[in-house]
């Protein structure tokens, strides 16, 4: 069965560091998406992208944050200058149709030092 | 917007006994739910889910979610509840394109 993958599992940066996410979505999927739950926390949205473009962000997703389609199966979640509180498990997911058929990965730790 | 509430951080059952993990949502039209769990450093597994006719879904796991719109509830339940259920719960809800929103999660204890 196809899944969502990303990579790496766990990485460590230190604070002020650029880091960058990947997920490789399902392969005929057209809607992606980044979520992030803080340690203890819930899931929340951080964006959703479709066509190539931004189509919601929550205001998490502030200017330190960038989402990018490299390639035809690549997406990206890059944080400019990671602070202390971005220290969180950040999950990709994709989609078919929409929101409400969303196939999760297995999340990125983030530990910033 | 949508949003999720799920009322209880966390609950202790003994193993065997049934379980009800409460959820409400607010939508503005017909929502899309889910119910995610979460075993500890791990990701999410989907348990069940409801778009749309009968209300009574059935699940992995022997999980089962009744979607009751008048109550605006999607409450979880397991009729015999196994160790191996302990774990952080999720409900979520949908838009048909946008996001998806969850709840702040129910901690299920098993006691043996």
């Known amino acids: 069965e196809p899944e969502v993958t990303q990579t790496p599992s766990h990485q460590v940066t230190q604070m002020g560091q650029e880091v960058i996410l990947r997920c490789v979505p399902i392969?005929?999927?057209?809607?992606f998406y980044w979520y992030r739950q803080i340690l203890g926390q819930k899931v929340e949205f951080l964006v959703s992208f479709y066509n190539n473009e931004i189509s919601e962000k929550s205001e998490i997703f502030d200017d330190q944050f960038s989402v990018e389609r490299p390639d035809g199966s690549n997406f990206t979640l890059k944080i400019r200058s990671t602070k202390l509180e971005d220290s969180a498990m950040y999950f990709c997911?994709?989609?078919?149709?929409?929101?409400?058929?969303?196939?999760f990965g297995p999340g990125t730790r983030l530990t910033v030092t | 917007a949508q949003s999720v509430t799920q009322p209880d951080i966390h609950i202790t059952v003994s193993e065997g006994a049934s379980l009800e993990l409460r959820c409400n949502y607010s939508y503005g039209a017909t929502p899309y739910l889910f119910w995610y769990v979460q075993s500890p450093g791990q990701g999410l597994q989907l348990l069940l889910k409801y778009f749309s006719g009968d209300t009574l879904v059935q699940g992995i796991k022997g999980f089962e979610a009744e979607f009751k719109r008048s109550q605006s509830s999607f409450n979880l339940r397991k009729p015999s509840v196994h160790w191996s259920d302990a774990a952080e719960y999720f409900c979520a809800v949908a838009s048909l394109i946008h996001d998806m929103r969850f709840g702040a999660g129910t901690r299920l204890t098993v006691k043996p």
């Open positions: 997911a994709s989609s078919v149709q929409g929101a409400y058929e969303q196939y």
């Open positions: 392969s005929n999927h057209l809607y």
